[in-house]
């Protein structure tokens, strides 16, 4: 039998993607549950592979990465091996943030990160438009960020966002 969250699982989830770094006591004071569950239920997340991994988010333009690039990438051939290694090429590329296999107009949807033009011309030069079997690059430059999300709404119905705005 496979395992499915609870509505608490949810809410841990939910807690843990605002701040990794709340503590299983903090959570379990607001959950009004037991440490040892919520350590528990944390670990079982974990080993599941619903939580994944705990990351800090960083900002980007102060660290100098200022240039976002959508950048959508067709194939010349679709051969069964060809598709996975393009996939192992571009995973190493530190520019690419994300990499999308899409149906329709392009084979892949790349998010890459930069300093600014000069770099993604470098990086389109040397890196990208280097690699076999490449048919067409076009790119699309981010001008202004107006929502960027990384959480997931898990929509757990409990007021835990009341619960940390009355600390």
Same mark, same amino acid.
Do not use: C, P
């Given at each position: 039998m496979s395992f499915i969250p609870d509505q608490i699982d949810m809410c841990i989830m939910d807690i843990l993607q605002e701040d990794a770094r709340t503590t299983n006591k903090e959570i379990a004071?607001?959950?009004?549950?037991?440490?040892?569950?919520?350590?528990?239920?944390?670990?079982?997340?974990?080993?599941?592979?619903?939580?994944?991994?705990?990351?800090?988010v960083l900002n980007k333009n102060k660290l100098g990465k200022n240039l976002v690039a959508w950048t959508s990438v067709t194939l010349?051939?679709?051969?069964?091996?060809r598709l996975p290694a393009f996939e192992q090429k571009i995973n190493t590329f530190p520019e690419v943030m994300e990499c999308y296999k899409m149906n329709?107009?392009?084979?892949?949807? $790349?998010?890459? !990160?930069?300093?600014?033009?000069?770099?993604?011309? =470098? @990086?389109? &030069?040397?890196? $990208?438009?280097? !690699?076999?079997?490449?048919?067409?690059?076009?790119? =699309? @430059?981010? &001008?202004?960020?107006?929502?960027q999300e990384v959480e997931l709404n898990l929509k757990t119905g409990l007021p835990i966002k009341l619960q940390q705005k009355n600390k």
């Open positions: 004071s607001r959950l009004g549950k037991s440490v040892t569950s919520i350590f528990e239920r944390v670990k079982r997340l974990e080993a599941e592979g619903y939580i994944l991994r705990y990351i800090a010349k051939e679709h051969g069964q091996d329709g107009q392009f084979d892949y949807l $790349l998010k890459i !990160l930069v300093a600014d033009m000069e770099a993604y011309e =470098l @990086f389109n &030069l040397t890196k $990208l438009s280097k !690699l076999d079997n490449i048919y067409k690059i076009r790119s =699309l @430059f981010v &001008l202004a960020e107006t929502k």
